[in-house]
C-alpha cells in the first residue's frame, strides 16, 4: 500500500474560493530555497518573492535596483522548495514600464525560467495595457495599489496613501480595472483600513492587505520584518513573531566563544 499523499496545491482558484467563504488567505514574502520550504511547510497560502528582495536580501535602499535576472534566481529557488504553495513574483522595476512587449517578455522568462505560478506588478490604469498582454498568455497577474514602493522617487515618502478623496477615487477606480483586466488578486499597501474595507467589497477578487486593516481578504508581511532578522524597521502595521535578529547573533557570538576557547569541536564532533 502506497503512503504517498498527494499535496492540494493552493491555485489562483483556491483563492477566489477563499474569498467567497470569508477564510482569510496568508501571504508573505520568500527569497530563497531554505526559508520557503520551511513556510511551505507551516502551510503559508501565497509565497510572494517580492522585489523587497532588493532590500532585505541585497541590501539596498529602495527596491528600484534589483534586476530581472535576480529575481528569477530567487524565484528559482523558492518554486524548488515549495509543494503547496501559490509562488508568485514581482516583475522588478524597468522590467515591465516600457511597454507591453516588455511586460510580456519579462513576465515569459519569469514563468519559464523560475517555473513561478503567478507575476505581481505595481500600478493601475497605466499599466493596464501590459497586464492584459500578459494574460493573453496565460500567465495570472496580481495587481498592486496604494503606497508602490518603486514610484517612492515620485512619492517623496513611505507615508500612508490614499489619505485624500482624489487619490482614493482614482484608487477605486484603479481596482475596478484591474479586476475587469482580469487580475486575480490586488495587494493593497499602506492605505487607510476604510478604504481598503471598502475596495474589498467592491471588487469580486481577493484583496490581500499590508498595512491596509484587518476588514480585507488576507494579510501579507515581509518575512524579515516579522520574524525580526530585520530590526531597524518598525511600522505601525507591523507585527513581530520572532526576534531572529538577537537570537541569531547570540548563537554566533556562542560559535565564536567556543572557536577561540578551543571548545568546539570536542572530542565526539570529530573523526
Ligand atoms: O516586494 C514586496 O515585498 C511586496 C510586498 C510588500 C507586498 O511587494
Known sequence: MSTYKEVKKVTTHTLHEMKQRGEKISMLTAYDYSMAKIFDAAKIDVLLVGDSASNVMHGHETTLPITLDEMISHAAGVI????????????PF???????????????????????HAVKLEGGEEVVESIKRILIAGIPVMGHLGLTPQSIYKFGTYEVRAKEEAEADKLIRDAKLLEEAGCFALVLEKIPSKLAKQ????????????GAGSEVDGQVL?????????????PKFLRRY??????IKLAVERYVEDVKKQDFPNEKEQY
Open 199 to 210: 475596495v474589498a467589497q467592491i471588487i469580486q477578487i481577493p484583496v490581500i492587505g499590508i
Open 242 to 247: 520572532l526576534n531572529l535578529y538577537d537570537e
Open 94 to 116: 524597468g522590467s515591465y514600464q516600457g511597454n507591453s512587449k516588455e511586460a510580456l517578455n519579462s513576465a515569459i522568462r519569469i514563468m519559464k525560467e523560475a517555473e513561478a
Open 222 to 234: 515581509v518575512s524579515h520584518d516579522m520574524l525580526g532578522i530585520n530590526k531597524d524597521f518598525s
Open 80 to 91: 524548488r522548495a515549495v509543494d503547496r504553495a501559490l509562488v508568485v513574483v514581482d516583475l
